[in-house]
């Protein structure tokens, strides 16, 4: 079983900054990529940041210059640094993993956490 436990969502004033964590645990045998997406009521998940293995990142277009993605391979965790926040930047974030667990050692799997939301105000 594997779970992606987040934190560190919560309410800032516009301009400010948040940092999100997760943690990946559980049978992982190998995690290939983990990132951040967000959903806003009514709308499709979109995606905030990734990061590969190999250290490579990609963002949406709405976050380059503000947010930055950090992981630490030896603890299966992945971090945002969010700063100069925009109200636009409400809503929900969800931790993502596509990882390989030992309980199913011949294909990669992505996991989502429970997500965790995100205020802005102005």
């Known amino acids: 079983q594997v779970q992606l436990v987040e934190s560190g969502g919560g309410l800032v004033q516009a301009g400010g900054s948040l940092r999100l964590s997760c943690a990946a645990s559980?049978?992982?045998?190998?995690?290939?990529?983990m990132g951040w997406y967000r959903q806003a009521p009514g709308k499709q998940r979109e995606l905030v940041a990734t990061?590969?293995?190999?250290?490579?990142?990609r963002y949406a277009d709405s976050v380059k210059g503000r947010f930055t993605i950090s992981r630490d391979k030896t603890k299966n965790t992945v971090c945002l640094q969010m700063n100069s926040l925009k109200p636009e930047d409400t809503t929900v974030y969800y931790c993502?993993?596509?990882?390989?667990?030992?309980?199913?050692?011949?294909?990669?799997?992505?996991?989502w956490g429970q997500g965790t939301q995100v205020t802005v105000s102005s």
């Open positions: 993502t993993a596509n990882l390989r667990s030992i309980a199913t050692m011949w294909r990669d799997t992505d996991y």
């Open positions: 559980g049978s992982i045998f190998r995690i290939n990529v």
């Open positions: 990061i590969c293995s190999g250290g490579s990142t």
